[in-house]
């Protein structure tokens, strides 16, 4: 969006912020961030005027439809009139009809019982823009929503086009929801395509990490990781400062995070799982069984003797949960604990010729097996939890038999086609 959107604070904000300051969407996704209804504004140069402008409005995606209809109209354009309280429609409803706000409770009541907290989280999220739209529109029943109003619902979304997409995916789902329940007659989000854009059509090749750069990590964990000293900020701890020194009883070690790699890599789990791995989950010949955080699948692996051997021994010191036991049970919290830590690994070994990430590991572990003879795409599937078909998406460059295969293809194609003379000597 051309236009930049930020609230305002004033003199009497029920929020209790100072006079005057301002405040973005981003800061208001903090947690503890305490919620006001002061106006948000709109600033920005459209047809070589600059202006701010107030939207009226104290809700972001309200504001952000407002903003809207300036940049395709210009700063003349007028402010849409609040839409109608639900509450002065909801009377109105026939008794065969169903409400917008009843059928987001189900979907999201079918959601809590069966998805993980991440899907629960991103299904809270695009509803609730659902019901703000909605009320902008004045749209009470679930069947006032039409292909158009899609449309234009998600030419609200100031995102890239590869989350627009995944966005539409849960829009698109809970329509479905709706017209599985015979509370519509279609799915009004169905017919929209997601332009073939070069991000959307293309997406990122996996990359695993190399032989190398395993070994670099490792040697960093051994002579680099915690061995300067390091001096935080009492206020804002998650930079380094000058002058400011905060003392931790518990601080993490070099082989800490050399074994959360080891586990990560022979493992080939997600971060979530390693983060949380339970020591009974370890088998004294070495093999494990693990049901996963993200999709609940349970998913068979061994572990080498010497990997075992430190993970007892972590287990020992540290109690049965060996990368440590958190209060909370939120596992974006207890992940991003690690993803820190790796970061600060990966600033020590660099430069890296592809971005470093936690999943890498997983990705580095379906090369190691691929690379090996005899290795199906079916075992490695099995291996990670995953199908043969999204092995195959991801991983195709890695697949032994697919290269030997197209190459066969290419030497009995190319056989005995007319090749150009050589040259006199």
């Given amino acids: 969006m051309a236009l930049n ?30 919620a006001c209804s002061c106006p948000i504004y709109a600033s920005g140069t459209l047809a070589r005027q600059f202006k701010r402008r107030n939207t009226e409005r104290d809700g972001w995606d309200l504001a952000k439809v407002v903003a809207g209809g300036w940049e395709s109209g210009g700063w003349s354009g007028e402010i849409p009139e609040a839409p ?5 429609t ?45 009320d902008l529109k004045g749209f009470v029943l ?54 073939r854009g070069r991000s959307v059509a293309s997406p990122k090749e996996r990359t695993p990490f190399s032989d190398d750069e395993l070994m670099r990590m490792f040697e960093a964990c051994q002579n680099r990781y915690w061995k300067q000293e390091v001096k935080w900020s009492r206020t804002t701890h998650h930079k380094p400062a000058e002058g400011d020194y905060a003392r931790y009883n518990h601080r993490c070690t070099g082989q800490d995070l050399a074994d959360f790699i080891a586990v990560s890599m022979y493992t080939g789990l997600r971060i979530s799982d390693v983060s949380t791995f339970h020591i009974d989950r370890l088998h004294p010949s070495g093999e494990c069984q693990v049901r996963t955080n993200k999709n609940g699948r349970k998913v068979f ?4 003797v ?24 939120d596992l974006n919290v207890i992940t991003d604990l690690w993803r820190r830590k790796l970061k600060r690994l990966w600033s020590l070994c ?25 290795v199906t795409v079916r075992d490695v599937a099995e291996l990670l939890g995953d199908s043969e078909e999204m092995v195959r998406r991801h991983y195709a460059a890695w697949v032994p038999e697919r290269q030997a295969r197209l190459t066969k293809v290419l030497q009995d194609a190319f056989e005995d086609k007319p090749r150009p003379v050589d040259p006199p000597s």
């Fill in 142 to 195: 679930i069947d006032q929503w039409t292909p158009i109003d899609v449309r234009e619902f998600k030419a609200t979304w100031q995102v890239g086009p590869l989350t627009a997409s995944k966005n539409m995916t849960v829009v698109k789902s809970f329509f479905e929801f709706a017209l599985n329940n015979e509370w519509v007659t279609r799915n009004p989000a169905r017919l929209l395509k997601d332009t």
């Fill in 301 to 304: 692996t061994w572990i080498p």
């Fill in 350 to 374: 660099g430069p890296w010729s592809e971005p470093p990430t936690p999943h890498r590991f997983r990705h580095t572990f379906a090369r190691i097996l691929l690379q090996k003879p005899n």
């Fill in 84 to 88: 109608v309280p639900l509450q002065a």
């Fill in 5 to 34: 959107l930020y609230r305002r604070h004033g003199s009497n904000c029920s929020g209790g912020h100072a006079f005057q300051t301002i405040s973005y969407e981003s800061d208001e996704q903090r947690r503890n961030r305490k």
């Fill in 90 to 134: 909801v009377s109105d409803v026939q008794d065969d009809k169903v409400t917008i706000d009843r059928a987001i409770e189900a979907f999201l009541a079918s959601h809590r019982e069966q998805s993980a907290v991440n899907t629960q989280r991103k299904c809270r999220l695009l509803t609730k823009k659902i019901r703000a739209y909605s």
């Fill in 306 to 329: 010497w990997l075992q051997e430190r993970m007892r021994i972590r287990a020992e010191q540290l109690g049965p949960f060996i990368f440590g036991e958190h209060t909370t049970k």
